[in-house]
């Protein structure tokens, strides 16, 4: 089965949509009708639109592309990937390709449970309050489970643990937190989180005499992470010292740390929007992981080991693939069904394993021709348009842009307007 997919996408980037639809149908990746509602142009009724946000006027449409030669864990993987930033998806389609002739991704995901905050903004005898909470822990567990979570229960999940913590205040005073921690199952978890919480407040008011200031999940989840490990084998030393020396300055400098985890988020956002799962929350744990020694730093390493390349990707990646837009929205739901995973799990391994993978083009692309040569050479049909080129015009003036790049090593706006000008005085 490898071979056969391998071999289907061989070529894909140059196909026509209509050829690509025909392999994604061969593959069974796309049905029939998914097919004919994506050529139609996807959601048009509005209807649906109304019940996700307020003062609705419209769709905005992202383009959906799918990123090809994944293997993850000896599985073969087409990726779905809804962006508007040019090369995105070929650095991922090129680098996995790389990756899965001469090495190999492996991923696992250490721990299963989400965190939600129970904040006191002051409490009064804070070694009072912790032991009578964890006194009642099992207690408030019980009833958590039976009254709000009796859903996650029954498919394994659930509320698992309490745990108290103090913050000092500036004015010596202190702050407790409760953490509840949560096994979601198959859910992103943030609505039942938040719901527990909340129902604990006042059992707690009650057993303390302390007062409750706020309920909510916290998306830095250091209790549920999901590691990627990408291995070459095979792999030119230089470059591989190369890399190497990339990603130890984003490990030190946050300035680069900065751009380098944007490149990991550019594999993991596209995937995170496409299964309508929500970018914002999972980019936030991401971040504040990367952070969580005191200084901000890559949530990437890169080791050479003998003669192998070593990468490693750790950090918390939740998402859900029921309930919320993922189930509603006919898209996602078509999206999902392509990735064929199995589980929330299973689709954090895969959305990190592209980011880690993005990251490995970007640094390759970096340290060898520069991120200008390869980019900017996919930027040119977006410069093209942004010229005003006509249909007939469009094979003209990439070509000339392409020719100019070589030569001068960079290319904007202005070059295609000039080029688009002088062609247009030929004619």
């Keep these: 089965m490898e071979k ?16 690509r639809f025909q392999k994604l149908l061969e593959c069974g990746a796309l049905n029939e009708s998914e097919i004919e509602y994506l050529e139609k142009g996807g959601l048009k009724d509005f209807t649906l639109g109304e019940k996700f946000i307020e003062n609705v006027i419209g769709y905005f449409q ?39 002739e001469n090495g190999r991704i492996e991923t696992e995901t250490i721990g299963k449970e989400i965190i939600g905050q129970i904040q006191l903004a002051n409490v009064k005898e804070p070694s009072l309050f912790r032991q009578q909470i964890l006194a009642n822990k099992s207690h408030f567990i019980e009833i958590s489970n039976k009254e709000v979570a009796f859903g996650l229960v029954q498919r394994g999940g659930g509320i698992s643990d309490i745990q108290v913590r103090f913050i000092k205040r500036s004015d010596n005073g202190f702050m407790a937190v409760i953490h509840v921690l949560c096994n979601p199952c198959d859910a992103m978890g943030a609505n039942i989180i938040n719901q527990v919480c909340e129902y604990l407040k006042e059992p707690i008011e009650q057993l303390t005499g302390e007062k409750v200031s706020m309920c909510i999940l916290s998306n830095l989840v250091d209790t549920k992470l999901t590691r990627v490990k990408v291995t070459l084998d095979t792999i030119d030393p230089e470059l591989a ?13 946050p300035y680069r740390a900065a751009t380098n985890n944007k490149g990991v988020l550019n594999g993991i956002d596209p995937i995170l929007i496409a299964t309508g799962n929500d970018w914002r929350a999972v980019e936030a744990g991401i971040h504040a992981y ?53 589980s929330a799990e299973e689709l954090s391994r895969v959305i990190a394993s592209v980011g880690l993978v993005q990251n490995l083009g970007a640094l390759r692309a970096l340290t060898t021709v520069g991120i200008i040569e390869g980019h900017m050479k996919l ?7 942004g010229a005003g080129a006509e249909e007939k015009e469009i094979p003209h003036v990439q070509k000339r842009l392409e020719e100019i790049l070589s030569v001068r090593k960079r290319i904007s706006l202005s070059n295609a307007i000039e080029v688009l000008k002088e062609l247009r005085g030929h004619l």
């Design 4 to 19: 056969q997919i391998s071999e289907l996408f061989q070529g894909f980037s140059k196909l026509s949509r209509q050829e």
């Design 62 to 100: 992202l383009p959906l592309g799918v990123a090809t030669n994944f293997n993850i864990d000896g599985r073969d993987f087409i990726i779905p990937m809804a962006v508007e930033e040019t090369s995105i998806v070929a650095a991922a389609s090129k680098t996995a390709k790389w990756i899965r």
């Design 241 to 253: 010292a190369k890399i190497e020396e990339a990603s130890i300055f984003a490990e030190l400098d």
């Design 290 to 342: 990367a952070a969580s020694s005191g200084q901000y730093r890559s949530i990437t390493k890169w080791r050479c080991e003998g003669k192998k390349l070593i990468g490693i990707f750790e950090a918390p990646v939740i998402v859900g693939t029921v309930g919320g837009v993922t189930t509603l929205h006919p898209t996602a739901r078509l999206c999902l069904r392509m990735l064929n995973i199995k």
């Design 379 to 385: 930027h040119i049909k977006n410069l093209t348009l």
